[in-house]
């Protein structure tokens, strides 16, 4: 790891002026960040470390909803009991990720800067990767791309977005409010990721030096049916080959609204809202199920290795609306 | 001689991965390379000194104040192990992806290779060494002594230190992904009860190369139900 | 009798207090941090290095190259010798054999610093398209010298006349991919120089592999090397030879003048560690009428390294496992720009296992038999690879309480009949073997004068539980409690053992150690019958007995029993009898060795091994919920540890069928997924119930103790019984591991 400059600002204020610096960034569970200084892949000379700042409480809002502050921790959002009781899905997204010491140590904002698990971009030594060197090519699409996008990708880039809890936000209609030294900001969750296009090397819309303060959720219809499926190449402790956050809300067998989002398949959290659409009005059988996954993967073109992508997503959203729906 | 000369000095930007179908080059016996005198350096001469990024920075681990003077980024697990000299804790992977440096922070458990110990000014540290002595066992360490939960005993601090952590989680009624898996769907989990497939779970986190996970799941479950 | 009995490893308090020192937490005075830098290409020359950069990080004391390393004798290579002493990359000259290969070493007094410099050395490679295409290489495959100990090929019989005339037959290609051994504990060593002797503390299941190889490659004695590892964070075989980066610390250190610790990150294990290779397999059965074998055929291709040839032996077992008259078993070896393979938990067994059981599941399902039954009637009462019996094999019945233990009766004959929900569940069945071998070994016993004894022997403990069962048997075989035994390993200076590989360690100190207490017990009874002082005077020597640390009367112990009591039972604490001798302590050694036996016996360890496995009839994904295994392996030192040691394998041949695979990029030969978080070994969540058992055996020849290794069997058995448990459940033949659910969509 380089050597780096680090500071400790007590404000948040004081957290924007440090990270307008030039080489600064900010740093809080660090779990993402510091993995990738010790890889060489982030490159930061100097560290603002947010850990400290008044950003940790999850609350009410007056208009509904709830504010989660950006340094809140991954296990504390998770097992926080508005969270428990109002957003099970994130509940759930939330302890399908990493590991309990990661998820200790985890953010709300870095979790959602989390950076792609891509074999080529995570190993420095490898010249062609797009995303860490703009216009040096893309090692994955002729390379070991199993568990590379399947959806949305350019021929620029094929990385996938690793975040569970990212798929719940998406799929809950989340916004990010972030400050910088232009002031505050919202970006709608389904805008805060990026396609790759031929710029990968911008996962986000965030600008530099500009810090999430918060996630913002609405009031959500969803609490009783909800269901984040995770389907990977072990039990645990694994990234997503193909994950589904789903959720219902249901009246007199027909569904009156509908969230559904997929990881590990993408850039972004994948939500297409025209899936959603497809579910609504309509009773959760079979046909309005494969409806709605002819919608969320319209558009997929597979890989040399991530073919199984297609058909295991079909599946894993069946499954997921059919667990959310309560009848799987 | 070379058909595709491959440079990894950062100086150019050519692409170095190979276009199918280029000629191999017969590659001859290596011979001893002849020392460049511009690459040459004379061993043992040290660089010039630049600008130190250390300071102070003071610890409490295990129960004790420690003063180190460090660079910040020098990460919590290569300050216990290389400046502390506690090794207990281990590097496995030191990129958060095995949970051998686990160790409790505040209580909580996290991984010590992917944080800094600067960041950690003013917390509570307990690390293997602090939990017990080998005359003095902690309850967790009994247990996977007397349930023989270890083989080589390199992950075994990690585990240990993440066992005693999930004890009090259990206890707070901290969710798991086993929690969701064993309630009724899209239910809330009320309740969690102490079983196997929560325990594995929750401790997935500490990878055993050795495979002793049947063991440490029977130790944590003794400690967790009282029954050690 | 303490033997056998599962009490708790002896080294236990100091591993879960972390207290026990692996190799890079010794505190060396003046320790300086060296960091590998490994290569991006997989074959070339080093054309050019710029260390500029490298070499200004402060605290950066040395950039070593293979442009300015000190040179060693004979080019590096006066150590080679295969297997045991590898082809190692040390600086010494430009070529470039695979990616990941050790180029350059950075020296720095902190590890930060180290790291942060090895990160700027700038190296230039010329570099051709690499040769890294199996299936390309195939027409080239060529017959190794040796399948390890045994020949290349063997053909017994005529197997096409036998195919040609059989009732049933199967003619498969099964594949297994390469997979990396990735123990807890990365490599480490420090190493340090007082004139021109070596100190090394090595992350090394060989200790005395070690000391002769680095002696070699140094040119010095080996009495100047002396390699220290009292305890191993795993090895799985990748810590059983002296690698590069060990040489290439004990280089630095002598470059720089001061000790140098070098451990490699964890990427830096898939390369120049050694892996299990990439094997294709093809595998033919063919069986009469009455489901007895005709015809075995196992011709076996693995890759290999353009440096040197390694040879995966993955055609061993199919040579004497089922009685057969006609058998052809061949290896065939191919070179790739890729880093050499090496012994990786049960080399060729483990990967020649799951060929030739799905097989014999896919011959038995094609004919209609039960497998179980098709093994039973296949079942090879001698070795008729070497015309030899076995030296014991219980085999049959470790597949009767096997099979007992699991319900096999339970298991629907017809696959995919049986559904639980979402799940579809299988139950599947493999044999599990290895060879139980033996090498000379010695021991030194020394008491002392408070009446304690060190017992020691240049062997090693890496979980394999040595400390503990060598103290076990010790305890019986001098008579002292073994709370008074310290058992010492992990020291080249120690008498001299094998390096822990082949499942032997046990099999062969164990006979030493028994040997050498049973000459301090005679040693101790000798000095006592000739002391006027000792109560034993003048005694009848076979009157006399060691019990709990007593010399005694044999006749005043009850039959069968302990004493009653110290005092007035006549005899008295050995320590008395070293306090006489001048409070000297006294030693005594034994070597013990394998002998004809070895000719006249054909040696195993068996097992039956049963899975269920639950398969999600949508998504693929395998769970195994339960698997039994139950082995024969001659004399359990120590029921618990025996226990934990095989569900350890078990847990690896999980990996093996379910996750683990190295994915190499087909351009660069670079493993792409060289870290924890996509090279997938099993988590706990992953593992269920393992229900182990053994049955009792005593085989009087494979050693005085009765001993056979058990350090690799347990991977042995468990792919093929998950493989064929995946079939029964889904009507699915997986013939190329891992099984992911890929595979199964």
């Known amino acids: 790891m380089n050597d780096v400059d680090y500071r400790r600002p007590s404000s948040v204020a004081e957290a924007i002026r440090f990270g307008a610096e030039p080489g600064a960034a900010y740093v809080a569970g660090g779990t993402n960040l510091i993995d990738l200084m010790k890889g060489h892949v982030a490159l930061p000379t100097r560290l603002v470390d947010v850990n400290r700042l008044p950003l940790a409480a999850v609350t009410m809002r007056p208009e509904g909803g709830i504010r989660i502050g950006a340094m809140v921790r991954n296990s504390d959002l998770a097992n926080h009991p508005i969270v428990r009781e109002r957003y099970p899905l994130l509940a759930q997204a939330l302890v399908a990720g990493a590991s309990p010491q990661l998820r200790n140590m985890a953010t709300v904002g870095g979790n959602l800067l989390q950076r792609t698990r891509c074999h080529y971009f995570y190993d420095a030594d490898i010249a062609a990767c797009n995303k860490r060197s703009p216009g040096s090519g893309c090692a994955a699409l002729e390379g070991r791309n199993r568990i590379h996008a399947i959806l949305g990708a350019s021929d620029a880039c094929v990385a996938t977005h690793p975040s569970d809890m990212c798929v719940a936000l998406a799929a ?67 990234f997503a080959l193909v994950s589904v956050a789903a959720a219902l809300d249901m009246r007199d067998g027909s569904v009156r609204d509908a969230a559904l989002a997929l990881g590990g398949v993408a850039h972004k959290p994948w939500r297409v809202v025209a899936a959603e659409e497809a579910l609504v009005g309509r009773p959760l059988d079979d046909a309005t199920i494969a409806a709605a996954s002819e919608r969320a993967l319209a558009g997929a073109r597979p890989l040399r290795e991530n073919a199984f992508k297609v058909e295991l997503a079909r599946r894993a959203i069946a499954r997921a609306l059919q667990t959310a729906g309560g009848a799987a | 001689m070379s058909s595709d000369v491959v440079d990894h000095s950062g100086l150019s930007r050519r692409h170095f991965l190979q276009a199918a179908g280029a000629a191999a080059a017969v590659v001859p016996n290596g011979v001893p390379a002849q020392p460049a005198m511009r690459d040459a350096l004379p061993l043992g001469a040290p660089s010039a000194a630049k600008t130190t990024t250390e300071r102070v920075v003071r ?126 769907a899209g239910a809330v989990p009320r309740t969690i009860a102490i079983s196997d497939a929560e325990i594995r779970e929750r401790m997935s986190g500490n990878v055993c190369r050795c495979g002793a996970y049947v063991n440490i799941v029977a130790a944590v479950r003794a400690v967790a139900e009282g029954k050690a | ?70 040179r060693l004798p004979q080019g590096g290579k006066a150590g080679v010798n295969p297997p045991a002493g590898r082809v190692l990359s040390l600086l010494q000259d430009d070529l470039v054999a695979y990616n990941r290969q050790p180029v350059a070493v950075v020296v720095a007094d902190t590890l930060e610093r180290a790291a942060q410099g090895a990160r700027l050395v700038r190296v230039v490679y010329a570099s051709g398209t690499a040769k890294l295409d199996f299936a390309a290489a195939k027409p080239n495959a060529f017959p190794p010298q040796r399948a390890n100990r045994e020949p290349t090929d063997h053909a017994r019989g005529d197997v096409a006349a036998a195919v040609a005339q059989a009732a049933t037959s199967v003619d498969v290609v099964y594949t297994t991919p390469v997979e990396h051994h990735n123990p807890m504990e990365p490599h480490a060593t420090i190493a340090a120089w007082e004139g021109d002797k070596l100190t090394l503390h090595d992350a090394t299941q060989n200790v005395g592999g070690v000391r002769t190889t680095l002696a070699k490659i140094f040119g010095i004695a080996p009495e100047n090397v002396t390699v220290l590892d009292p305890y191993v964070g795993g090895g799985f075989g990748c810590k059983g030879s002296a690698w590069s980066h060990v040489a290439l610390a004990a280089l630095a250190a002598k470059a720089v003048g001061r000790p140098v610790k070098l451990v490699l990150e964890r990427p830096q294990m898939f390369g120049p560690v050694g892996n299990r290779p990439h094997t294709e397999q093809s595998l033919g059965l063919a069986a009469d009428g009455a489901g007895k074998l005709v015809a075995v055929r196992h011709a076996t291709i693995s890759e290999t390294s353009t440096i040197e040839d390694w040879v995966e032996t993955s055609s061993l077992p199919a040579r004497h496992l089922y009685a057969c008259a006609n058998v052809l078993s061949s290896h065939r070896i191919l070179k790739l720009d890729i880093a050499t393979p090496t012994f990786t938990r049960a080399p060729g067994e483990a990967s020649g296992n799951f060929a030739l059981e799905s097989a014999i599941d896919e011959l038995a399902a094609r004919a209609g038999i039960d497998p179980l039954e098709l093994r039973l009637r296949n079942d090879a009462e001698r070795d008729e690879s070497k015309g030899r019996p076995y030296s014991s094999k219980s085999l049959r019945e470790c597949y009767r309480v096997g099979a007992e233990r699991f319900g096999w009766s ?51 403990d890496l979980g394999t539980g040595t400390y ?174 025996a226990r934990s ?17 190295s994915l190499r990029d087909g351009r660069d030969g670079r493993i792409v997924n060289a870290n924890l978080a996509e090279y997938h070994v099993p988590v706990n969540a992953d593992v269920a119930a393992i229900d182990v058992a053994f049955v009792a055996e005593s085989d009087p020849h494979v050693n005085p103790l009765g001993v056979k290794g058990i350090g690799e069997i347990g991977i042995t058995g468990v792919p093929a019984a998950i493989a064929n448990a995946v079939y029964n459940a889904t009507g699915k033949r997986i013939r190329d591991l891992p099984i992911t659910l890929d595979k199964l969509l």
């Not at chain 3, 890079?24 to 290095?49: D, K, N, Q, W, Y």
Request: hydrophobic share 45%; net charge neutral.
């Open chain 1, 172 to 238: 809950l209609r989340a916004d990010v409010v972030v400050q910088g030294v232009g002031g505050e900001r919202r970006i709608a969750m389904a805008r805060f990721h990026r396609l790759p296009g031929d710029a990968p090397e911008r996962d986000t819309e965030l600008a530099p030096g500009e810090l999430i303060t918060a996630v913002e959720l609405p009031p959500s219809p969803f609490a009783a049916r909800s269901h984040y499926l995770k389907v990977r190449d072990r039990a645990s402790y694994a």
């Open chain 2, 59 to 184: 610890l409490r681990v295990n129960g004790a104040d420690r003063e180190l003077t460090i660079e910040p980024r020098v990460t919590l697990l290569d300050a216990l192990r290389e400046v502390l000299a506690l090794t207990g804790t281990k590097k496995g992977c030191d990129r958060g992806q095995c949970g051998a440096c686990t160790v409790l922070v505040d209580g909580r458990r996290i991984n010590a290779c992917l944080t800094l110990a600067v960041m950690h000014e003013g917390s509570e540290i307990t690390t293997i060494e602090g939990l017990g002595t080998p005359d003095a066992l902690h309850p967790m360490q009994a247990a996977f002594l007397s349930r023989d939960a270890f083989q080589c005993g390199y992950c075994t601090p990690g585990q240990i230190c993440s066992a005693v952590a999930l004890v009090g989680e259990l206890k707070a009624q901290a969710l798991s992904a086993a929690t969701f898996e064993a309630a009724p």
């Open chain 3, 1 to 70: 009798m303490i033997t056998g009995q599962g009490i708790d490893r002896v080294d236990g308090r100091l591993k879960v207090t972390g207290r026990a020192p692996y190799a890079a937490e010794f505190a060396v005075p003046g320790l300086v941090h060296a960091v590998l830098v490994t290569s991006t290409v997989a074959s070339g020359r080093i054309v050019r290095m710029d260390i500029s950069g490298a070499s200004a990080v402060r605290g950066v004391v040395a950039v070593l190259t293979p442009m300015n390393a000190p």
């Open chain 3, 410 to 460: 339970r298991r629907a004959a017809t696959p995919g009949a049986r559904r639980d929900g979402r799940w579809l569940v299988g139950s599947g069945l493999a044999t599990a073997t290895y060879p139980a071998n033996r090498s000379p070994a010695e021991a030194l016993v020394r008491l002392l004068p408070d009446g304690s004894v060190v017992v020691a022997s240049a062997t090693h």
């Open chain 3, 468 to 641: 503990t069962v060598m103290s076990q048997v010790a305890a019986d075989a001098l008579g002292v409690p073994i709370a008074r035994i310290r058992f010492e390993l992990g020291d080249s200076r120690l008498p001299k053992a094998p390096g822990a590989g082949g499942s032997q360690s046990a099999a062969s100190v164990s006979p030493a150690v028994h040997a050498a207490c049973k000459a301090m017990q005679k040693k101790v009874i000798e000095l006592a019958i000739a002391d006027p002082r000792s109560f034993a005077y003048r005694v009848d020597p076979e009157q006399l007995t060691v019990v709990d640390g007593w010399l005694r009367l044999a006749s005043a112990l009850p039959a069968g029993g302990r004493p009653i009591a110290a005092a007035g039972a006549g005899g008295e604490p050995i320590a008395a009898i070293v306090a006489r001798n001048g409070g000297t302590p006294l030693e005594t050694r034994a070597e013990a060795a394998p002998g004809a036996e070895r000719e006249q016996y054909s040696m195993h360890g068996f097992g039956a091994v049963f899975a269920e496995v639950r398969v999600d009839a949508a998504l693929g994904v395998v769970r195994v919920p339960r698997i039994t295994a139950v082995y024969a392996i001659g004399t359990v030192l120590n029921e618990k540890l």
């Open chain 3, 645 to 661: 040691q095989m569900q350890g394998g078990i847990v690896w041949g999980m990996g093996m069928a379910l996750f683990e695979e």
